[in-house]
């Protein structure tokens, strides 16, 4: 059986601009139809901005590589329209098992918060994860929205002017010239985009290697994430066991840095790993492996002109916590409303400054959470090793150190404070939903308040009055009212009033809060909308 | 008189500990360990109680 990242989802044909005598000019070109090339996509579409793709490859991403998607991508891909094929097909889990030399120190439950619509993470490969993107795609072109993707497709040379960008792409059939007033490169920590353009992309590269290995076994490990330091299995390294659907297992063994690759990925020493962890007698089928080594890396801007960087193309995270993927998500979700914006003409493009700066900062708290996890799991020095060896140690009696012990801090939202978008915190209410904040979830009517919100701006109100639609120099925000008095869970009042009797929120087409009061000041909203769209 | 903490105490317990990685850095193994002993004697110092001294090395002796 063909598996599906052997199977061409976007086969390479002819495209009437190859047949065009002068450059075709579209609106929107991502390159990379990968994760985030695709979510931003599909986002454009539904906005019915018209989108081209193009990929230098015609399938998904071979192996499972991302696995592990956080509660805030799932959110944005319910927006998106199919967060619930992820969610349907993807292994929840809660439960994580910590093993320090021959014995289990510790468990913890990743207390999932009730009153979210969607888990705190799933498990699911990222083949799936780009195949249910495909589909939403197909789902858009049958209604009729301009999404292309574009297979065999390979950029090979780009031309950065003021107001477009010329692209020449080389296909099978020889090469072609196409232009875009814009151009998103979404493609990945390797990106040609990035180097043709000769853009920076500084870090820390740190000296070791992990050997993946995605199994295919009937096992009867529960479903938890288990991670070992310095295992009987793999002396001196560290292993981390994960369970994905379909029965593959993800398994990684830290090999350290003086390595020969070729010679570990061979299948034979492969094996011994496996059958050191999992018994001599295992049963098991190797769908994929790789051996993979990490750096924790950004650009300096992550826009310049009219092009565009997002994703892994603009960051590079090492994978503990699981903060790749998730942040990528996470770029386009902040990017696309406000191009969209940009392109109609009502916002500055100055707006787009405002990109750079809120996901510069998610990048680099990703960044420090996973270099700070790096550290612990790949100790750098015999100091760094004997604390971390005292911690697991004294982790295992002693509740104070858990905490300490670093296997990857799970990805989180992180809150755009001090972003130039912000109005000044207006209510004393929660923290969690202060101004820069991602809207938190809570039960609302039959469903969730964040489907609710959707993907323009919002006026909520809880328990207090305002207009239905507020309109601020070519932007419409709708309101959504709400009463605590239909709050039976107590969830919307713990989250967006605290003590406070009544709330007016001012909510970004990403969801996340703009400006909060007690009250509906007209004035005062409408320069919160404007400095919500750059205009101030 | 007061008990020795073993309960969860330090805020922000990722940045404590990266400082600590961080004071760190750099140093031969020796220094490291001449760092170590001054920062237990600084740290014993603050906490100052005897009794509660001596619980935090049997607790350390025992773990391990």
């Known amino acids: 059986m063909n598996k599906i990242f052997e199977t061409p989802l976007y086969a390479y044909s002819r495209s009437p601009d190859q047949e065009s005598e002068v450059a075709v000019r579209h609106k929107i070109v991502i390159v990379g139809a990968g994760p985030i090339g695709l979510a931003a996509a599909i986002d454009l579409a539904q906005n019915d901005i018209p989108v081209v793709v193009l990929d230098d490859n015609d399938k998904v991403s071979s192996g ?330 004294l982790a295992e009696e002693h509740d104070f150190a858990r905490p300490l012990v670093n296997s990857g801090r799970l990805s989180v939202p992180c809150t755009y404070d001090d972003s130039p978008l912000n109005t000044a915190d207006g209510l004393d209410g929660p923290e969690i939903s202060r101004p820069g904040s991602t809207c938190p979830d809570a039960p609302f009517g039959d469903g969730f308040l964040l489907n609710e919100l959707g993907d323009k701006f919002v006026l909520l109100t809880i328990d207090a009055d305002a207009p239905e639609l507020v309109e601020e120099d070519g932007i419409a925000v709708t309101r959504l009212e709400i009463s605590a008095k239909d709050d039976t869970s107590g969830a919307i009042r713990r989250r967006y009033l605290g003590n406070e009797p009544t709330a007016v929120y001012l909510i970004r087409p990403d969801q996340h809060v703009a400006a909060r009061r007690p009250n509906y000041n007209e004035n005062l909203m409408r320069a919160a909308i404007r400095r919500a769209t750059g205009k101030e | 008189m007061s008990d020795l903490i073993l309960t969860t105490n330090i805020d922000h317990a990722d940045d404590f500990y990266a400082a600590l990685l961080g004071a760190h850095e750099g140093l031969s193994k020796a220094d490291s360990d001449a760092l170590n002993a001054r920062l237990v004697l600084i740290l014993a110092n603050h906490i100052g109680d005897n009794d509660i001294l001596s619980k935090a090395i049997d607790a350390a002796k025992s773990s391990g």
Not at chain 1, 87 to 97: A, Q, S, T
Not at chain 1, 102 to 114: C, D, H, S
Not at chain 1, 359 to 368: K, L, M, S
């Open chain 1, 64 to 393: 499972s590589r991302a696995i592990c998607f956080a509660k805030r991508p799932l959110e944005i891909l319910d927006r998106l329209g199919c967060g619930d094929a992820m969610v349907d097909k993807g292994v929840e889990w809660d439960l994580g098992k910590v093993f320090f030399k021959e014995r289990e120190i510790y468990q913890f439950n990743f207390l999932a918060e009730t009153g979210s619509k969607r888990p705190a993470f799933i498990n699911l490969q990222q083949y799936y994860f780009e195949e249910y993107l495909v589909a939403r795609v197909r789902e858009l072109q049958a209604e009729g929205k301009a999404i292309e993707i574009r297979g065999g497709n390979k950029v090979s040379a780009i031309g950065v002017h003021d107001d477009h960008v010329v692209l020449e792409i080389d296909t099978s059939e020889g090469p072609y010239n196409i232009e875009t007033d814009w151009l998103i490169a979404c493609d990945g920590a390797n990106s040609t985009t990035r180097q043709m353009m000769g853009m920076d992309f500084g870090g820390r590269v740190f000296e070791d290697h992990f050997l993946v290995a995605d199994v295919i076994m009937e096992a009867d490990f529960p479903t938890e994430r288990w991670f070992w330091f310095d295992p009987p299995f793999n002396r001196g390294q560290s292993a981390l066991l994960h369970k994905q659907p379909d029965n593959v297992w993800r398994i990684d063994f830290q090999l350290g840095w003086d390595i020969d690759r070729e010679e570990e990925l061979k299948p034979e020493n492969i094996d011994k790993h496996l059958r050191a962890m999992l018994g001599a007698e295992v049963e098991y089928e190797l769908e994929w492996s790789s051996i993979y080594t990490f750096q924790c890396r950004r650009m300096e801007q992550f826009h310049k002109g009219r092009v565009i960087f997002a994703g892994d193309a603009a960051h590079q995270v090492s994978p503990f916590g699981a903060r790749g993927a998730n942040s990528g998500i996470q770029d386009t979700d902040n990017l696309i409303w406000k191009l969209k914006l940009v392109l109609e003409g009502s916002a500055p493009e100055s707006l787009l400054d405002s990109y750079d700066y809120e996901r510069i900062h998610g990048a680099d708290e990703n960044i420090v959470n996973s270099t700070r996890s790096t550290d612990f799991i790949t100790p750098n020095s015999e100091m760094s090793r004997v604390l971390r060896d005292a911690v697991l140690d």
